[in-house]
């Protein structure tokens, strides 16, 4: 009886283990593509080499059919054999240890396959690749070896990825709570005060400032009561990197930069038309001269001047008081202020020619130059000021600056990446990141696999050939030299590791659209209600309006810089 039980428990086993065997191949295995087909000659040739030493098999051309079919079974045998002695005795239908004259013949090696969970054919192709030019006598035990180097390869990158995990989900999330802090915060501003130029003039920057420095934001932010974490939100606002200058302070076109160009226009319209400022500005919107501009009449007054920005926006940005009509007061901040010019700018995809061609003179590579110049702190983002420092103290830049970056920030978004200087290497090294965190758990980790001799430094023979045992289908030739900044021809740990502190739009996007931004919004506590009152400025002259007002067509013209 017991015997007959011990038999049923290990029946019962066997069948348990063979259906969590296919649950984990469905799972983790994704079979060839069903439209793959040979040539005669194709499904003669192997197309690898198997190394008398080690055991291993080599492809001959990494991108030939045939490395895809041997890629796809090298797979499919981690998750389907234990190791090499477990792939024989499967093969061979026995249980005891193999020894040394066990041989699996071509015909069973194939019926075993076709019998088995292997989803894909070119069985006979496959046994020719394992056993070489001992096809005839049939595959044994050293034939198999390769198995057992794979298997350790995938411990390796499994202990790897396992170690890296931690430190890759801090830093993921790190990036997500960053674009969070920033998205909640403006939520808020705009539902308090329907527009974001109208927050930045009344909780921001009471005093009309178009610049705030660091310590005047915090200091906003606490005197309205927000409280989320303002360091996170000083830096998700593309501040706090390794260069004070950049980091010291925000602009109202960091702030906002689409409605900032409509500022910017807006105030071109009056430095074109009225001399005296914004004084003479309003008096001309204020045709009724009832001290107030409602709505319909400044839409009506900026239409037949030619202004082609979106007016009614910018209507509610410059009402700071939220009283549906704007009084001289509310121009006055217009007279001090300096827009940068690539607000007013046209693109000029020349002057983008002329700043590359600068670059390659200067750095040798595009990438360098991102990585020495532009991005400073590794975000993959480089804006505005970023720019005009490199442009000014790095390459003495001479052409048109302005031009040139609204060339490259054609959606005015307030930053450009590495894909608006190079486009190929950025997605080469996007590539390679997401595969490397995929398959390693960071770009780090993976340096720190294909590092066997923890020598520190990578050859360009052992990137490739690591790339390779590890099945990245990417150019890794391209991957190297992209990443070779300095062209000596090997890899540190610095000219890679870089790569895990880039921004995953993508990721932070699909975050956002999966709901994620909908949850916890940090409040703000309500103060004492206020009322702002603005004082009428003493002395002022407007003059009186006329019925042949001039009406001048309104046309860009470009601004000195921002004074600060």
């Known amino acids: 009886m017991n015997i007959l039980g011990s038999g049923l428990k290990g029946w019962l086993q066997d069948e348990t283990d063979e259906d969590e065997l296919e649950k984990q191949i469905k799972s983790n295995y994704k079979p060839l593509r069903k439209d793959l087909t040979l040539t005669a000659a194709e499904a003669e040739d192997p197309g690898v080499t198997v190394c008398t030493e080690t055991g291993e098999v080599m492809l001959d051309d990494p991108e030939s059919p045939q490395a895809e079919i041997w890629l796809n079974f090298k797979a499919w045998s981690t998750h389907a054999f234990q190791d090499s002695e477990d792939m024989m005795q499967k093969f061979l239908g026995t249980a005891r240890l193999i020894v040394e004259g066990d041989k699996v013949p071509c015909l069973e090696f194939c019926e075993y396959l076709q019998d088995s969970l292997w989803p894909s054919h070119f069985e006979g192709l496959l046994f020719r690749m394992i056993t070489g030019s001992a096809a005839e006598t049939g595959m044994t035990l050293e034939h198999c070896k390769w198995l057992d180097i794979e298997k350790r390869r995938q411990a390796r990158k499994e202990k790897a990825r396992e170690k890296a995990q931690t430190e890759a989900t801090f830093r993921t999330n790190n990036q997500i709570a960053q674009k969070m802090v920033l998205v909640k915060f403006k939520a808020m501003l705009k539902q308090t005060h329907g527009s974001y130029l109208r927050a930045w003039r009344v909780a921001l920057s009471p005093h009309d400032s178009m610049v705030l420095q660091k310590a005047q934001f915090f200091k906003a932010c606490s005197e309205m009561g927000w ?40 105030r071109a319209w009056i430095s074109i038309n009225f001399p005296k400022g914004s004084a003479e500005a309003f008096n001309h919107l204020d045709r009724c001269n009832k001290k107030s501009v409602h709505l319909d009449e400044f839409l009506v007054v900026l239409q037949e001047s030619g202004f082609s920005k979106p007016a009614k926006t910018l209507f509610h940005g410059l009402d700071k008081r939220g009283t549906k009509t704007l009084v001289a007061e509310d121009l006055l901040f217009l007279d001090r202020w300096r827009p940068p010019g690539f607000l007013l700018a046209t693109p000029n995809q020349g002057a983008v020619d002329l700043f590359k061609a600068m670059l390659l003179s200067r750095y040798r590579s595009y990438l360098l130059s991102w990585r020495k110049i532009l991005d400073t702190d590794n975000s993959n983002r480089c804006d505005w000021t970023e720019f005009q420092i490199a442009c000014n103290k790095h390459l003495q830049f001479t052409g048109d600056m302005p031009g040139a970056w609204r060339a490259l920030d054609k959606d005015l978004v307030g930053y450009i990446t590495l894909a608006q200087i190079d486009a190929h290497s950025a997605e080469t090294l996007r590539s390679f990141k997401e595969w490397s965190t995929k398959e390693f758990g960071s770009v780090r980790s993976a340096f720190q696999v294909f590092d066997t001799n923890a020598s520190g430094d990578i050859s360009i023979k052992e990137f490739q050939h690591a790339c390779r045992m590890y099945d990245f289908d990417g150019k890794s030739a391209m991957i190297f030299r992209a990443l070779d900044v300095e062209r000596n021809y090997s890899l ?35 103060r004492k209600a206020q009322t702002l009152k603005i004082e009428p400025p003493v002395n002022i002259k407007v003059a009186s309006n006329s019925s042949n007002a001039r009406r001048r067509a309104y046309t860009c013209m470009p601004t000195p810089e921002r004074v600060w």
């Not at 830096?235 to 910017?264: F, Y």
């Open 227 to 266: 409280s989320g974490d303002v360091r996170k939100l000083w830096k998700s606002l593309g501040k706090g990197g390794r260069d004070e200058t950049v980091g010291s302070h925000i602009c109202i076109d960091d702030w906002d930069p689409k409605t900032a160009e409509i500022l910017a226009h807006f």
């Open 492 to 526: 540190s740990i610095e000219e890679v590791a870089f790569l895990d502190d880039w921004q995953s739009e993508d990721m932070v996007t699909s975050h956002l659209e999966d709901g994620a931004g909908m949850g916890f919004m940090p409040q703000v506590t309500p």
